[in-house]
């Protein structure tokens, strides 16, 4: 899928009217199919059942008058709740969660079934006149007036759910697993994937890079390169990964993106520098531009760090001091914790792309493990050392992270933020506070020195799990 079906696809399902409006059409139709139904087998069949009956036109009117007027009510009712709940929540954990609550399908479909049943009712009910108003015979469609009366029962029972998923969707825990699954499954999605094929010898395909993209390049290599500027300026929602390799294969050319999604252009800046120059025309710069979606705001469509950036921010207010709620702050590093633990033991791409015959063809933003670090824990670790709830449970996320490191280096960045935690604990704590943070400090650094640090984090005394 290209990059404006993915932005498109995204934009409908985070909007209030896409799915109230396939609704409202799907109830058109079945009210045109009803009448026509009750056209053609009649309801001289239904006096025969005590229970169902043929209505006259006045019961019927009085019938689908009750039901259309009581659901456009409630319509406005559970419109007015739903923009009551999203701006609670967005003003309480962040206006970036804004896009989560929209995106519910539940609200959705709740508002697009009390306007379904009113459109039905209100189409069905201009189908009904009696022998006076028609100069013959009359018509009540019984069998769609029955349908209609089935859509105010199904209605009741949306509303009760409705009752219930609000105040359950709001609370603190189930907007933080929202986007801890979004995150959870963002990395299971796209790590190992990456753009084209990552090369086995990473100092073979360093050779292949143009001397232009080289840090020692001169003065006229430097030259021997042509950017692809940005025609509008907002945040980069996609990017067709795709279409950048079949594009670079194709003129034979090799690409150096300068932007990731996520990070915000503006007009005339480079979006990625393409060499030769000779090679890319004008029809190629555009096809070029094309691989890219710019928006208003930041998506989670390719960006995890847009999610990881939410839990951060959800965690820094919790933690501020007009708040101060360190267990909300606990939820959002335990997420991040399982996060980071998956991320710990996936092969994380080069940033050297090439293509199926294996010429290097896209030079891309390294993608490392410290950098997912940094954008978590690193961003988190000044409010955490402020608190001692939220700094124990810092470094017990960190020890579940490292279970999962069996690289050295990764373990010595999990080490290094353990460390930073505890110098920033130093100036926002004290006494008794500071000494639990740096006996638990020393627990981990001592076990991940240690030759089997798997078997020492868990045979330490209550460090992983029973811990709440």
Request: proline residues 4%; hydrophobic residues 45%; aromatic residues 8%.
């Given at each position: 899928?290209?990059?404006?079906?993915r932005?498109?696809?995204?934009?409908?399902?985070?909007?209030?009217?896409?799915?109230?409006?396939?609704?409202?059409?799907?109830?058109?139709?079945?009210?045109?199919?009803?009448?026509?139904?009750?056209?053609?087998?009649?309801?001289?069949?239904?006096?025969?059942?005590?229970?169902?009956?043929?209505?006259?036109?006045?019961?019927?009117?009085?019938?689908?008058?009750?039901?259309?007027?009581?659901?456009?009510?409630?319509?406005?009712?559970?419109?007015?709740?739903?923009?009551?709940?999203?701006?609670?929540?967005?003003?309480?954990?962040?206006?970036?969660?804004?896009?989560?609550?929209?995106?519910?399908?539940?609200?959705?479909?709740?508002?697009?079934?009390?306007?379904?049943?009113?459109?039905?009712?209100?189409?069905?009910?201009?189908?009904?006149?009696?022998?006076?108003?028609?100069?013959?015979?009359?018509?009540?469609?019984?069998?769609?007036?029955?349908?209609?009366v089935?859509?105010?029962?199904?209605?009741?029972?949306?509303?009760?759910?409705?009752?219930?998923?609000?105040?359950?969707?709001?609370?603190?825990?189930?907007?933080?697993?929202?986007?801890?699954?979004?995150?959870?499954?963002?990395?299971?999605?796209?790590?190992p994937?990456?753009?084209?094929?990552?090369?086995?010898?990473?100092?073979?395909?360093?050779?292949d890079?143009?001397?232009?993209?080289?840090?020692?390049?001169?003065?006229?290599?430097?030259?021997?390169?042509?950017?692809?500027?940005?025609?509008?300026?907002?945040?980069?929602?996609?990017?067709?990964?795709?279409?950048?390799?079949?594009?670079?294969?194709?003129?034979?050319?090799?690409?150096?993106?300068?932007?990731?999604?996520?990070?915000?252009?503006?007009?005339?800046?480079?979006?990625?520098?393409?060499?030769?120059?000779?090679?890319?025309?004008?029809?190629?710069?555009?096809?070029?531009?094309?691989?890219?979606?710019?928006?208003?705001?930041?998506?989670?469509?390719q960006?995890?760090?847009?999610?990881?950036?939410?839990?951060?921010?959800?965690?820094?207010?919790?933690?501020?001091?007009?708040?101060?709620?360190?267990?909300?702050?606990?939820?959002?590093?335990?997420?991040?914790?399982?996060?980071?633990?998956?991320?710990?033991?996936?092969?994380?791409?080069?940033?050297?792309?090439?293509?199926?015959?294996?010429?290097?063809?896209?030079?891309?933003?390294?993608?490392?493990f410290?950098?997912?670090m940094?954008?978590?824990?690193?961003?988190?670790a000044?409010?955490?050392?402020?608190?001692?709830?939220?700094?124990?449970?810092?470094?017990?996320?960190?020890?579940?992270?490292?279970?999962?490191?069996?690289?050295?280096?990764?373990?010595?960045?999990?080490r290094?933020?353990?460390?930073?935690?505890?110098?920033?604990?130093?100036?926002?704590?004290?006494?008794?506070?500071?000494?639990?943070?740096?006996?638990?400090?020393?627990?981990?650094?001592?076990?991940?020195?240690a030759?089997?640090?798997k078997?020492?984090?868990?045979?330490?005394?209550a460090?992983l799990?029973?811990?709440?």
């Amino acid at each position: 899928m290209n990059a404006g079906l993915r932005r498109l696809a995204d934009y409908l399902g985070s909007s209030y009217w896409f799915v109230p409006t396939l609704m409202a059409f799907a109830a058109i139709l079945l009210a045109g199919g009803m009448v026509a139904l009750d056209s053609y087998i009649g309801s001289a069949w239904m006096d025969g059942y005590v229970w169902l009956y043929a209505s006259r036109p006045d019961g019927a009117r009085q019938v689908l008058s009750s039901i259309g007027g009581s659901m456009i009510t409630v319509a406005g009712t559970v419109f007015s709740v739903t923009i009551a709940a999203v701006v609670y929540a967005s003003g309480q954990y962040g206006p970036r969660l804004l896009t989560n609550f929209m995106r519910d399908r539940g609200n959705q479909v709740t508002l697009g079934t009390f306007i379904a049943t009113f459109l039905y009712c209100l189409l069905v009910l201009r189908t009904i006149h009696s022998p006076e108003e028609s100069d013959g015979a009359g018509f009540v469609p019984n069998l769609a007036l029955l349908v209609g009366v089935v859509l105010a029962l199904c209605s009741i029972g949306v509303l009760i759910y409705f009752i219930h998923h609000v105040p359950s969707k709001i609370h603190i825990n189930s907007v933080i697993e929202d986007v801890g699954d979004r995150l959870l499954r963002g990395v299971d999605e796209r790590f190992p994937r990456f753009v084209g094929e990552a090369p086995d010898d990473h100092q073979a395909a360093s050779s292949d890079i143009p001397a232009t993209f080289r840090e020692n390049a001169d003065l006229a290599a430097g030259r021997e390169r042509q950017s692809v500027k940005a025609e509008d300026t907002g945040y980069i929602q996609f990017l067709d990964d795709e279409a950048v390799m079949r594009l670079a294969k194709r003129h034979d050319l090799v690409l150096r993106l300068q932007y990731q999604p996520g990070d915000f252009v503006h007009v005339g800046r480079a979006l990625m520098e393409v060499s030769p120059p000779s090679r890319c025309d004008d029809d190629c710069t555009d096809a070029l531009r094309g691989v890219y979606t710019i928006g208003s705001r930041r998506s989670a469509l390719q960006d995890l760090r847009f999610l990881i950036d939410e839990l951060v921010e959800i965690a820094a207010r919790a933690l501020s001091p007009g708040v101060n709620d360190p267990f909300t702050a606990v939820t959002c590093l335990d997420w991040l914790g399982a996060a980071l633990s998956d991320l710990a033991e996936r092969s994380l791409p080069s940033h050297l792309r090439m293509d199926d015959e294996g010429a290097l063809r896209v030079i891309a933003h390294p993608v490392t493990f410290a950098s997912f670090m940094d954008r978590s824990f690193g961003a988190l670790a000044q409010y955490c050392a402020t608190d001692m709830i939220a700094a124990m449970r810092y470094l017990n996320a960190l020890g579940e992270v490292s279970l999962e490191c069996d690289q050295p280096d990764r373990r010595a960045v999990v080490r290094d933020y353990a460390d930073k935690l505890v110098e920033l604990a130093a100036e926002g704590l004290s006494s008794f506070n500071l000494a639990r943070v740096r006996e638990r400090a020393d627990e981990l650094r001592r076990a991940l020195d240690a030759p089997d640090f798997k078997r020492r984090l868990r045979d330490g005394t209550a460090w992983l799990a029973g811990t709440a």
